[in-house]
């Protein structure tokens, strides 16, 4: 997504750990809400990696061979 942080990315998979095994759907439903709250929180506290370019020679030393 342009602008956001690659890095910075959590999946929430609300199909297999709540609409398949909760028969009740408003407890899959508070469920749902709980594990939405979880990765924003888990996003809240990460701190954005920034992406680097290096720039490496193509040399190589071989030493006993």
């Not at 998979?13 to 095994?21: D, L, N, Y």
């Not at 709980?34 to 990696?49: E, K, N």
């Amino acid at each position: 997504i342009v602008g956001l942080n690659p890095y910075m990315y959590e999946q929430v998979s609300i199909r297999e750990q709540c609409a398949w095994v909760h028969p009740d759907r408003n407890e899959a439903t508070e469920k749902a809400k709980d594990l939405m709250a979880m990765a924003v929180a888990r996003i809240g506290s990460m701190d954005p990696i920034d992406e680097r370019r290096l720039y490496l020679k193509p040399v190589a030393l071989v030493i006993g061979g």
